[in-house]
């Protein structure tokens, strides 16, 4: 790497340039293309989030990716938070359209008629489903890799209950199902709820996942949405209840995106490239072979090693035209947690070599313990990059009541907030940054910044990406 | 079922509408919501894709939807070939974008610009990728599910060589592939070579893997295209070769669709419904308690049974509100392809019963010879299936040299056809139908139906979909 992390965002566009995740020189902005190592790391997430949802209950749909604009603009607020952001197809061959159609922004207006359809009765409840597809937004702002694209790898779950607290109740349940993929990402967050002008179109409430990444800014990462019955009523998704009346369901939604992948590079990587936290890592253990003399020998050793670790996700570098040190530095770019070495002083000591890629540090390990200490190594790694994340996260968080220091410094900035409005709008436009949503997990008796009212709130002050 | 396979087409859209696999009321004609089902059983035909092409040394990419217009217009055969058939992308919020871009209708387009960033010399080459992606057609014919889409479900592999014969070699394993794959659907086929009118746009030539259907028509379920340099030229994919010259590469492609499912409903179906081979069936072995008087002794067994059967797809159907005899039904009519059934008289004799689905006959299992007995059944039920799809569709394929034979009957007929155009399209003329291909597989002496010449190949003539 030739930029280093102190200039975060040059440091980022290198790394992602470099690591072999995607190419970013497609011919349209904001949409690049998966190359195989970074496409494997996205389908290992994916994968996790169908073991889990599958694992409470939610089953994987496929909806198209075109919307009917009569559909689309069914719900007024969410079509006005999406109108100037959705590609419009209007022309199949040679003829203009009758009906012209959006590539969806998200998948609410495409599933909500179905939902009419396929919800009759209680009986029918919870409907839990979630897809993962690809959705688009027409992005006037600059574009960033994996975190401000036109095209968008996305996560949506949606779900449809018979009551209001039924519903809050499955957003307890997604957020205890997001704690389970950050501890696979390693990624350390806060969980706050939007304010009323920064929530989702159409929501009754908006909850975040938010990180922060090194350069101080704010990352949403998760999405929990409460719809109430929002879109049921428009969508006319009713049902029976057991009295015999007939009510609308309420609904939710959680989304997450390959922004996620945006955050682990941000978080874990260091000025040799990325760090891959073990859970996910297209390749967990690289064998690179260290040859001297005894060539066939070191080789046929290596394949026995790759063999023994058959149970991880492991490659063996057997490049000929490459040496061991360019071979590190391509890895350690790569982000590949664990690196085992084998050359003739080790086949002579009965031993292999480890270097954890997240501390650099090197174990001489006994040869035949190698599978056992690859297993705690990674397990170890895992955890640390994970306490690591977290301190430095928390370190970019200060607590302040003076708005002035947040206009003139970057970070995240905690400040008390009485929730109204007006005074929400103030420390927006007095600190030039926004409010990205108030705690749900930490409080503390103050007073509001603004207004001087006594409130327990913390709001979060900064510039998100 | 209310309709029986004799009338194929109605039977076929009724199963589409009672198996669960896609849901056709969505909005727009030509596409459809994969429900659960449908797309756990699409997921395991992509999966075994994943496995089987990495086994050949493809890597897994995916390429953005959308393609500039400058870059669809490059190769003309191409864009001539589906400038008819593809929807545009022609606005973005309420801007008219300055480039429209076309929803892919097939990659070449929007991977080429990229393969000839990534070419440079001869050790990068081969290179082989593939990616399982939605593309769009703007149908203007009737549509069918899974057969004929406007979102279509895809598989695309494409690879680039040094020499022609490199890509006639990579032709050759795509072929090898392709019987792995069709082994595992249990779908039987005939390899053709596509006549000059009908072939790929842009293809030097097109072979595709033909099976017929029950209604006597045939349907492509895989191809294969020949690019030479007809892409390379015009999007300037170069290599520098060993003796320091330049050349353009030589390219190939291998397609797949959703239209496998359709081959496997139509192929494989019955008057009960769907039958899914055991190698792609998203529930291998369901399970079904005969609950009598020993209702919690019946469903412990019934869980333990599951419990042994973990090694499968294996579903335990404990629905209370459902008869026996109503789930024997909803079963059958998903297609899966063994039943176990426990009651209280197999709890007293220490035995299950084993149901095929292919078949319909009853076994009466030994308790401790349970897993062994599933793994032979279910690889007797694939053997079997396969064995049966082929017999009968050599049985749809007729050889004569009377075209008004072809022309007044349904079925697949082979004709001796001289390669000549003119033939060709006399032979089309007089039947009304088409010619799908030349045999690659078979060969006979014979004269030309048309102009008597002799020859050894034998073109297919039928009513394709």
Redesign the interface.
Same mark, same amino acid.
């Given at each position: 790497m030739e930029v280093d992390k102190e200039n975060f965002s040059e440091w980022y566009n290198e790394i992602v340039e470099k690591a072999g995740l995607v190419?970013k020189?497609?011919? *349209?902005k904001g949409?690049? $293309? +998966?190359?195989?190592y970074g +496409?494997?790391l996205m389908?290992n997430i994916d994968n996790y989030f169908r073991e889990i949802f599958s694992q409470y209950g939610h089953? /994987? @749909?496929?909806?198209?990716?075109?919307i009917?604009e009569? /559909?689309f603009r069914k719900e007024a607020e969410h079509i006005r938070g999406f /109108?100037? /952001? @959705?590609? +419009? $197809?209007?022309? %199949? %061959? %040679?003829?203009e359209l009758d009906v012209k159609?959006v590539?969806r922004p998200t998948s609410e207006t495409?599933m909500y008629?179905?939902f009419s359809? +396929?919800i009759r009765t209680h009986a029918d409840l919870p409907l839990k *489903?979630f897809q993962i597809v690809?959705i688009?937004r027409?992005e006037?702002k600059q574009t960033r890799t994996f975190i401000r694209m036109r095209?968008v790898h996305f996560f949506e779950a949606h779900t449809a209950h018979e009551t209001y607290e039924d519903a809050e109740n499955q957003i307890k349940e997604d957020i205890e199902i997001w704690k389970k993929i950050a501890d696979k990402l390693a990624l350390p967050y806060r969980i706050v709820k939007k304010t009323d002008w920064d929530k989702f179109p159409g929501a009754v409430y908006s909850i975040g996942a938010e990180t922060v990444m090194p350069s101080g800014r704010s990352l949403q990462i998760a999405t929990f949405h409460q719809y109430g019955q929002k879109f049921s009523k428009p969508y006319g998704i009713e049902y029976l209840k057991e009295d015999g009346t007939h009510d609308y369901v309420h609904q939710t939604t959680f989304g997450m995106s390959e922004r996620l992948i945006g955050a682990i590079i941000g978080i874990h990587g260091d000025d040799r490239g990325l760090i891959l936290p073990p859970e996910i890592a297209p390749i967990q253990v690289v064998i690179v072979p260290i040859i001297g003399e005894d060539k066939e020998k070191i080789l046929d050793e290596a394949r026995k090693i790759k063999d023994e670790l058959k149970d991880f996700r492991v490659h063996l570098d057997h490049r000929d035209n490459y040496t061991p040190g360019y071979k590190f530095y391509d890895w350690e770019l790569k982000g590949v947690p664990l690196r085992v070495e084998i050359g003739p002083r080790d086949l002579k000591k009965n031993q292999v070599v480890l270097v954890r890629r997240d501390t650099g540090k090197k174990f001489s390990v006994p040869r035949d313990k190698l599978h056992e200490r690859v297993m705690d190594m990674l397990e170890r790694i895992q955890r640390d990059m994970t306490e690591k994340a977290r301190n430095e996260m928390e370190g970019r968080i200060k607590y302040t009541d003076d708005l002035e220091e947040i206009k003139n410094n970057t970070g995240v900035f905690g400040v008390h907030w009485c929730g109204n409005d007006e005074c929400g709008h103030k420390i927006e436009n007095i600190t030039e940054k926004r409010i990205i949503g108030i705690s749900l997990e930490e409080e503390s008796l103050g007073k509001c910044v603004v207004c001087g009212k006594s409130t327990n709130k913390i709001a979060y002050v900064t510039r998100p990406y």
């Open positions: 190419d020189r497609y011919s *349209i949409m690049h $293309v +998966w190359l195989p +496409w494997n389908r089953s /994987e @749909v496929n909806f198209p990716l075109l009917p009569t /559909e /109108e100037n /952001e @959705v590609y +419009w $197809v209007t022309k %199949g %061959g %040679g003829d159609m590539l495409a008629p179905m359809l +396929w *489903i690809d688009f027409y006037t095209q």
